[in-house]
């Protein structure tokens, strides 16, 4: 069974929807690519999903370890390259307000968060610059 059914909703716009939740989102090609940029673009939400899986597995680790990640965000930085239009880094900074205070926690959460599955999928050739500010 499919995860996801999208559609081509004209103007460079595509529609998707998770089957399991009934979630949908829209992507729009961006500015530099004849796009409007209203939405986030495809690759956009590559970037977006290098972030966001990185701490999907951080919490996995710390909600066994009993580990609160409370206060965590990031920003992600995407940086496009030419011939061929593709991905060349995918630049993440953490922040954390309140770490914990034990080194190895923090290994295990950063080996974690490197590990994720959308981290290696992603082809090598993609840069992943990731910036623990904790």
Request: with cysteine; charged share 15%; aromatic share 6%.
């Amino acid at each position: 069974m499919p995860t996801i059914k999208s559609s081509y909703l004209g103007n460079l716009r595509t529609q998707s929807e998770h089957i399991q939740s009934g979630t949908q989102l829209l992507t729009d090609a961006p500015v530099d690519n004849n796009g409007k940029g209203e939405m986030f673009s495809p690759t956009d939400l590559v970037a977006s999903a290098l972030g966001s899986c990185m701490v999907t597995i951080m919490g996995i680790v710390a909600a066994r370890d009993g580990v609160d990640l409370g206060g965590l965000t990031w920003e992600v930085t995407k940086v496009m390259q030419s011939g061929p239009r593709k991905i060349q880094e995918i630049i993440i900074d953490f922040h954390w307000a309140n770490p914990v205070s034990d080194p190895v926690m923090i290994q295990k959460l950063k080996n974690a968060a490197r590990t994720c599955p959308v981290a290696l999928s992603l082809d090598p050739a993609i840069t992943q610059t990731i910036n623990f500010n904790f």
